[in-house]
């Protein structure tokens, strides 16, 4: 049955395609003849017709080409609403952000380097490790094995860092006391007052013949000026944009953003999470005030894995062939278990988003969740409102005063179903919250720079770590209650009282979110 009625639905889409396209067809002859009748001209007239039956074909030949990509059906539907109801605004953006196919040409070198290693299975001394860890953690591992191909590391020392406070000197001091390497990667890279303490240390290690390598990315660091650059370049630090946008808004690699944020010191130190480098994440933007943000410092195995995405990326971008590829670390027993994992258009699977999943699915006491963004996949909301509705503890935290509006308004419309299921709410009033955790039954966390969205989960290349450690995951769940004293929590009763024009408002933007 399912594979006589698939091809039904294509060619009742294709139908319902070409009668809108005889449609806008129609409409465009009537807006054309209105001008005609101000421009009388022969030429003028034959030309509107040409015109109105290439635009409604337009519309037609793309619509063809989007449902046979066999994207996920939400994505579909909505690309097909977009171009249906905004025919040419919606195929600009098709041909600028929406390309399937240009997304496979954009990353197949990178997905064939990125299968350069072969990283070890766990061994037996990993299972004697870990036999305290529940049956249903030690699967998660081995998703992240199979899925990602990272390994979990044993030999680690880990430090929460909150807030830029805490974050930035860490990073710095660590960077001062380098010898052979400094690797930074980050999604924002401003060249403001954090900036340039970031900036002049770089080229002092640099002249100490530090190797110094910067990654940052060409949308969310536009705004660097070429002398800022050059200066670098000059001073020995070797600075390249990860796929550079020269037409903001109108390029073919606008959708494949680096929203990693990676610190390597020599092979030994590490730091990922949700911060980039900027005065912002300081609290020193007058629109967000206090920025609440997440980070973690790594000392020990994990290292090797966060080095390796970095030459990965470096590779990818530089076409340098990588000659200090980290090799895989010792297999030494104690310190804290943490399994680095990676995702993006590069990958055969969508990792991180995998891992929220099965974590949330398997989760049995407790469930705390914090991002800035909100916009899940159907598989991810199940989970959460199957968890709630089955009794385990769902709290979750987002910004009441989020950097886009349009955001909100999606994730709001996802909101009031999971309060149904029992899913305790929280808005963070204390300025911007965009910390990027995820802990379960105060077993296991996540922290890394993917959001709870569609966006990190298919479009962006992301970078967690999972920490199988009680006592990192109780430190995460303390800043995580503490965060919820500076949040108010939304009620199921108000929460249905909002505005109709509001609620009408929520439910478009969601139709649309699947693009967001």
């Not at 380097?113 to 699967?139: G, Q, V, W, Y």
């Not at 530090?210 to 001073?235: F, K, T």
């Not at 914090?370 to 987002?398: C, D, Q, R, W």
């Not at 959001?451 to 962006?460: A, E, G, I, T």
């Amino acid at each position: 049955m399912k594979k006589a009625g698939t091809p039904l639905i294509i060619v009742f889409i294709l139908i319902l395609l070409a009668v809108n396209g005889i449609i806008l067809n129609t409409a465009y002859k009537a807006i054309f003849t209105f001008f005609r009748n101000l421009t009388p001209s022969p030429f003028f007239q034959a030309t509107t017709d040409i015109l109105s039956v290439l635009m409604a074909a337009l519309v037609i030949f793309t619509g063809i080409v989007i449902v046979l990509e066999r994207r996920d059906p939400a994505r579909t539907l909505a690309w097909l609403l977009v171009l249906i109801f905004l025919p040419v605004i919606g195929f600009i953006l098709y041909l600028t952000i929406g390309r399937q196919f240009r997304k496979r040409h954009l990353t197949a070198k990178k997905r064939k380097l990125n299968e350069c290693f072969d990283p070890p299975d766990l061994t037996l001394e990993h299972s004697a490790i870990l036999k305290d860890i529940p049956a249903s953690k030690a699967r998660l591992m081995q998703l992240i094995l199979n899925n990602a191909s990272f390994p979990v590391t044993l030999n680690n020392e880990i430090q929460v860092l909150t807030d830029g406070d805490e974050i930035f000197p860490a990073m710095l001091a660590a960077i001062e006391k380098a010898e052979r390497l400094i690797h930074l990667e980050t999604y924002i890279l401003r060249s403001d007052s954090i900036g340039m303490k970031f900036t002049e240390i770089l080229l002092a290690k640099a002249a100490q013949g530090v190797d110094v390598r910067v990654i940052y990315d060409g949308l969310g660091s536009r705004e660097l000026s070429p002398a800022y650059l050059q200066n670098l370049r000059e001073h020995g630090v070797q600075i390249k944009p990860f796929f550079p946008v020269r037409v903001p808004y109108f390029h073919n690699t606008i959708n494949y953003r680096n929203h990693r944020k990676i610190l390597v010191v020599d092979d030994t130190t590490g730091f990922l999470g949700g911060i980039n480098i900027g005065d912002e994440y300081l609290g020193r933007d007058p629109q967000f005030g206090n920025w609440r943000d997440t980070h973690l410092q790594i000392n020990g195995d994990a290292v090797c894995y966060l080095h390796r995405i970095f030459l990965q990326d470096w590779h990818f971008i530089s076409k340098e062939p990588v000659k200090d590829m980290p090799c895989a670390p010792p297999r030494q027993t104690g310190g804290k278990p943490v399994q680095i994992t990676s995702s993006g258009p590069d990958t055969p699977w969508e990792a991180i988003m995998q891992v929220f999943y099965y974590a949330i699915a398997t989760a049995e006491k407790s469930i705390y969740l914090t991002s800035p963004y909100f916009i899940p996949n159907e598989s991810i909301l199940t989970a959460l409102k199957t968890a709630a509705l089955s009794g385990v503890e769902v709290k979750m935290l987002l910004p009441a005063n989020p950097d886009h509006k349009f955001l909100l308004w999606a994730a709001m419309s996802y909101l009031e179903e999971l309060l149904e299921a029992g899913a305790e709410i929280y808005l963070y009033q204390n300025g911007f919250i965009h910390a990027k955790v995820l802990t379960v039954d105060g077993l296991v966390s996540s922290v890394g720079s993917a959001n709870m969205d569609q966006r990190s989960f298919k479009l962006n290349f992301e970078v967690n770590a999972l920490v199988y450690d009680k006592e990192t995951t109780r430190r995460l769940e303390e800043d995580f209650k503490n965060d919820l004293l500076h949040s108010e929590q939304l009620l199921l009763e108000s929460f249905k009282e909002r505005p109709l024009p509001r609620r009408i408002l929520e439910s478009v933007v969601r139709l649309f979110s699947p693009l967001l």
